[in-house]
């Protein structure tokens, strides 16, 4: 039984099969996207294998950036090695003009599959697909391509690397050499600026040229294919030789199922009660796992992962805030080497600071692989006018900068790890604390430190001054920072002085950090009404809600945002940074103060950003409004399912796998309706399920210790690992319980 | 000898005489402002007496101030008492319509001139017209109408207060009162929001209704009336009635010649070899005297004065820096009175700062009779789009507050009136300082104090960070405020203390605006290139021509400035601010420096503004650029007469005299070409005149003493009135002289 999602889409009743049918071009860019194949070293688009460039067919590569057009810098897209074609009577065999198309993703091995149904004279001719990018050896690819008939033919079959490149911003290889030899074939091109060499390399096997396939017979390519670049080897073409012809098909397929094996055992989570929902969720952990390059702590997650190269294949604040959080208590270690990527590129961001004519270490908005910014200063277009529209997201969107020590702080309370701190994260915080010191201006007047000319996570309202997220955050991380001194002074001296040292840090600094964390300027929740400001003079804006705001647009692709977009002068927020500080900095704000607030902002957002329902529903399961998280999950868990985002905003191509949607739902699952979090020393358990879920049961992975929580109704029960080596402490709805290796425990 | 100005204009020899013959309607806004009669209190355009509200009559009175839409606050237009219309065979004798028509302005003696000539069957009929505004009782006006005819013919002749009326912003009186007893017609009514009752009285002398005219005979309507408001006494209606039946034509036009014959007495400009320049120069003192309410120290100059509603009958900075200046030396008592509107104002500055959160003063952006802000949020209308546009004239421009302050510290220098400063200029700067050092934001990191988000004279970038102009503007005027408590605390101490109490002005201010005077963030010309950069980032913009900008335009009618007008992202400015620095303090400057930036900025100024010419024909003449000087001269004397400027902008009408040009072009004549200044207790003249200038004269009052200054080649001749009760001390050229009553010396 299969039940469904949407349009064309179903999924297995155990949540882990999705299959499209039916072939909608309006699709094609989503649906490459949704069922794509990737590791976190590269991605492939979910397309079939006589597909093209005008089909979107991409093969994603991590660490290529490259700027061919002069403007934007991106990953590079290289040849695409699993090209297959079949030709009968001069037509290719397409999934585009098949009567019958059939694709699909297996979630539980990543696993890609297409089968569509054509009819040639007498001959019905089904060509199957299956299709993998190994979890195994990163760098390899591997696809099993059937071509069956129920009558004779003759057909002419095209297995090569195909060099025709789907290309966003210029041509990154604009000299492909392919070559060939016995067993293998290569491709290999220099990107036009970085100068990084990619090569790709296919073996492929099976009959190719003309071929008659009896009737009731069939012909099968197996291709096994590898990208290398310079950036991994010296010598990437050889390299991707070796990997292509290392291995066979089921082979390459074994070796990857065990490893989803393994990553499905540290992260899956089962939901009982709703099948699109278990899928859904599914879905988002794993994008969340392909789009983070979790073998690498030199570089970034991506908002759009490897699905495509929109958002440059570039982390954004998202990385800490949405990705992160889903790893830190599944796979701490990535939550980790995110963190320490930010160390790696901290020269990037004090090059950003000094340029801007600030002091210490600004994050890029747009941060690829050296932490420089890449984030142009025109990107959107006014669809009205044609007019390129100056944006202030790379300069203005500085909360980024906090945003990265806050979540530091939270990486340590959930994993302890003082020696992070002591390497990498003391220096982070210092360096931003710098920055926030020399971006804040001192109001004489009033005795009160200001963030001015601010962009808050509602992308829609640039240039405003005391975004109470935004000074929030910055308060929290300076104070993050003042007690770091304070812990490494008294904890580890000698680190210290070697940081001060290196770093240049003056003992007055650190008093600066103190003056400001005092005297921020910290919007509060209003005593009559509990209502905290988004910003100065929010509250005079327009108070209409979002579909009297969209009945004002003159064009359906407008830009709402700044300067002059028709939300501007309203209170209808992309998303509401006031919920965003809720779900941040929850423990600042009472449930009265996170009620009224969610109560206010939220008939006012038009949810423009992917990233807002997963804020609403965690600070909706706050105020027990467990159903309105439910719907939140929903649209946050189903945005790129149901293609329900824009693909193009203001002539930019904004298309792709969502990731930070994808670690949202499942922070939202895990820590919003599954009640997980850390409280000192312990776990803490408080789930609110919704009611069409009759059971959740999730991983957690904490200091070392492994458990299993499973909440069926109002019991919980907890089980800990064999292999534990000492008591897990978990404080379930306030009870707290010590759960021996092996056992299990209910509250 | 007519002198040719411009298509259809022409000028009498002696350049008193402005005359123009035809009729085009494109001109008649145009028309209508310049030939305006007016003195201060009220302004009745140059249309003639047959024509209505399409055609822009109207009677603009000072001082009734009215907000009819719920948007715009301005003066009020009056019943028109002047209307009289000839109708023969049921056709109107219109100059619109007729095939000859001359119209003039005799500015010797405020008096417009109308002659037009038609045709009905076999008569040639002829309308002449004569009329002013009295300069004797600035309640009066008053009209002679005249029709001939060479057949007999007779004619309806309809002599009456016309109630229609042309406003721009809502009906401000919308039900007006007829009435009429023996020998005078009233029209009364009152300001729909403010208030205000307005009557206007008229006494019709002549025959009315169905007239015969004998075949070489005429008709003579003499029409006395008058305006009088509420504000004014408290019986209006009355009080016009009374005004209007005191005297007839001919008598109020003799008082009214004498009067002004005494104010061309106290300023006219007698230029040589260029009658052009004479009478545009004589053009620019009429216009800038009529818009100047010199009967009271309650009223703004208006910055279209009251040639129309537009610019809402209130003062901008052009005030201080533009019209006041042009009275120093000429009736400084005017000067006096219009920087004590201002302390009169205070209480709306204060409430306009506080509603900003700022202390002390902040004046508004347009200042009616209570100071408060008329400036509206939103004026603008994107033409590409139909939006309105959110601009931040009233927020962000906030120099005017530092320069009403440097205008008093000029009025001080040039007049010497401690009385002013003790009873005025002391709380004016005090306050104003307290709202400056609550609106800069100090960055400790550098150690200096930041004016942000400022919208500078160069009205086209907004949101920019310490603009030149701004910030040395707003040092001058705190190191003014520290200077005058200092001298107030030697000189004055009681009145400091009586003042100190009332403002509740505490010594730590003080400290306060010495810190900030001392640590202000000043942009400095450059090591190399002597270029002071206009604002932070300014260089950085694209440096492109105003040509180039202009072809970009996709609508002629744009809006080329903020947020989203094609100037926005380039180096050309509407006005560079960094001229009017030069300008304004160009003593802090050397003359490296002021060539340097004039020919940097000058080529990238579209002169979007008609207050851009007369900065640059100041820092022209300063740096030796006599001919380039001359030809910013003939730009700013001539904008109006030759109708150089738009009359409406983004769908805002801001038709009418441009009074800060009109003070501008006088400022240029007498302290540029005339080299007329002060310095300390001496004059001091130092004459650079164009080329085609033989010779120039001017009048000088000062510190009681009056004086002529004959400039004729090399020759300076200055002499010394016999009312004189001491000698004068001027350095000319640097020898300074002591110049007896009645003696004439030359430098």
Known sequence: MSVPLGPGLTCDEAGWLLVERGWDPDRSVAAGSNFLCGNGYLGYRGTTPEQGPDEFVALVVSDTYDCADGHWRELTTA???LFVAAVVDGETLAARSAPEVETSLDLRTGTFGARFRSRVDEAELVVEVERFASADDLHVLAQRWTLRADAEVTVEVDARIDDRIWSLNGEHLPDVHLAADDTVLTATGTTVESGVEVAVAARVVGPTGAVTVPAGGEIVIETTAAVV?????DDPSAEARRRAGAAGYDER?????????????????????????????????????????????????????????AYQGAAFWDQEVYNLPAFLFTEPEIARSTLVYRHRTLDGARRKAARLGYDGAFFAWISGDTGDELCPDVFFTDVLTGRPIRN??????????PDVVTMIERYLDVTSDERFLVDHGAELAFE?????????????????????????PDEWHENVDDNAFTNHQVRKALAFAVETHERLTADHPDALAELTDRIGLRPEEVDGWRRVRDRMLLPQPDDDTDLIEQFAGFFELEDVRPDEVRSRL??????????????VATQVSKQPDVVMLLWQQADAFGDDVARA????????????STLSHAAHGMVAVRIGEIERAHDHFRRTAMVDLLNTAHAVVGGTFIG??????????????????????????????????????????????WRGLGLRVRITGDAIEITADHANDASVRVAVRGVELDVAPGATASG
């Open 432 to 456: 931003v604390a710098r920055f926030l010191h020399s971006f804040v201006r001192y109001d004489e007047w009033r005795g009160v430190y200001h963030c001015i000319r601010l962009l808050g």
């Open 229 to 233: 670049s310079s950036n991994d080897v």
């Open 554 to 567: 003159l064009d359906p692709g407008e830009y709402w945002g700044w300067p002059n977009g028709v939300a």
């Open 253 to 309: 397929a074994e070796a990857s199922a065990a490893r989803w094996a393994e990553i499905w055992a540290a992260m899956d989570v089962t939901v009982e009660g709703d099948v699109a929902d278990q899928v859904g969720l599914r879905f988002s952990a794993y994008h969340n796992r392909i789009c983070t390059p979790a073998h690498t702590d030199r570089l970034p997650i991506g908002a759009r992962g490897l699905s495509c190269q």
């Open 597 to 608: 607030n969610y109560e206010y902002y939220e008939p006012r957002c038009a949810h423009g």
């Open 392 to 401: 202030h997201f790379n300069d203005w969107q500085m909360h980024v900068a």
């Open 79 to 81: 040849p695409n090695p």
């Open 656 to 701: 792709g796998i969502h990731t930070a949607a994808c670690g949202g739902t499942y922070q939202l699952a895990v820590n919003g309706f599954g009640g997980l979090d850390v409280d000192g020393d312990r776990l803490t358990i408080d789930p609110q399920l919704p009611a069409a879920w009759s059971g959740l049961s999730y991983p957690v992975r």
